[in-house]
């Protein structure tokens, strides 16, 4: 018998932790605020998933040596170029669904793999 309380104390557990993470992983999806590291030569995070519609802060912080921007071409969205130790913020709202590369238009910096996804979700 106190098998199986253990077994049933210990679900009842996990299914807690699992609900506290799903909600923590769905806060960061859908967040409108969203803070960027630049490195020598990446994004963190790569990818950032925002709702359609929603006004979307970009706080770009540059971790690396370099001057990096973060920029989202296809929407017309770009931070201008910053060095290191700088940040910048921006503002956007993103109009429709679908998936758009975000890069650091510095030259050379793209071909070296600073890239990542922006993911616009439905409303």
Not at 38 to 59: K, L, M
Request: with cysteine.
């Amino acid at each position: 018998m106190r098998y199986l309380w253990a077994v049933l104390a210990a679900a009842i557990l996990v299914a807690g932790i699992l609900a506290v993470q799903g909600a923590r992983r769905q806060t960061e999806q859908t967040a409108a605020e969203v803070d960027v590291e630049a490195y020598d030569y990446r994004f963190s995070p790569e990818t950032i998933q925002v709702r359609a519609g929603s006004t979307v802060t970009v706080r770009l912080r540059n971790q690396g040596v370099e001057h990096h921007n973060w920029a989202a071409p296809e929407l017309n969205v770009a931070t201008p170029d910053i060095p290191s130790g700088s940040e910048a913020v921006i503002e956007f709202t993103p109009g429709r669904p679908g998936t758009y590369e975000i890069v650091c238009t510095v030259p050379g910096h793209r071909q070296l793999g600073m890239v990542g996804k922006l993911v616009v979700t439905a409303p």
